[in-house]
């Protein structure tokens, strides 16, 4: 069993990582604000969905590999930055809006919302360096099955990611309601989106791989 202190401690570092912005947290806000609350709600699931995948990697050791084997954390590494880019793209091209702009959507379907959002999560391997950073330092033999222990941790930091995440979703309309009164910040915004989304890829590609 794991201790209350360490538990507590853990759920401070995954709090920490829900806070920090990134594709997840841009991902949701456009949603709930471009289609609506009970859209990015939808997204939400998918984006938990990736997480569950890194937890279970994590779990039976596969994060480990991706890191230890070159070729298998590059392919991830990659695809990874190549999403962020193409997010960049959609900020700053000709004819592009601002994601917190109201704005009439064709909605996607509840199966489209939930594929992307998991793709959102999946590619991303900042989430699987946690993993396999972090959640390690909390885990101890001396308290029972590793496996046990792993998964715990990890359905915390999930659980701590959809509370943060499920009320940036329900939110997020009162963030496009401030914009509408300060029209000159929808472009400064879209565009500082834009120039950090692509920052983040060019950061990612030039990441060293970590050996365990």
């Given amino acids: 069993m794991i201790p209350t202190h360490e538990w507590l401690?853990?759920?401070g570092a995954a709090l920490l990582m829900v806070l920090t912005p990134?594709?997840?947290?841009?991902?949701?806000?456009s949603r709930s604000i471009c289609q609506g609350r009970t859209a990015g709600v939808t997204s939400l699931l998918g984006v938990v969905g990736g997480f569950l995948v890194h937890m279970s990697a994590a779990a039976i050791g596969l994060t480990a590999l991706f890191m230890a084997v070159p070729l298998a954390y590059d392919l991830l590494k990659w695809a990874g930055a190549g999403y962020l880019m193409w997010l960049a793209w959609q900020a700053v091209k000709p004819g592009a809006r601002s994601p917190f702009e109201p704005r009439e959507l064709?909605?996607?379907?509840?199966?489209?919302?939930v594929?992307?959002?998991?793709?959102?999560?999946v590619l991303n391997p900042k989430v699987a360096v946690f993993y396999l950073s972090v959640l390690p330092q909390f885990i101890s033999p001396e308290n029972g099955s590793v496996l046990a222990q792993s998964l715990a941790l990890g359905l915390t930091q999930i659980a701590v990611s959809f509370s943060v995440n499920l009320l940036i979703a329900l939110f997020a309309a009162g963030?496009?309601?401030?914009?509408?009164?300060?029209?000159?910040?929808?472009?400064?915004?879209r565009y500082v989106m834009g120039f950090v989304l692509a920052g983040l890829a060019l950061r990612l590609v030039q990441e060293q791989r970590r050996t365990v």
């Fill in 106 to 113: 064709a909605p996607d379907s509840p199966r489209k919302l």
């Fill in 9 to 11: 401690l853990f759920i």
């Fill in 175 to 189: 963030i496009a309601g401030w914009f509408v009164r300060y029209p000159l910040w929808l472009m400064l915004q």
């Fill in 22 to 29: 990134g594709p997840n947290m841009i991902y949701l806000i």
């Fill in 115 to 121: 594929l992307m959002g998991f793709l959102t999560s």
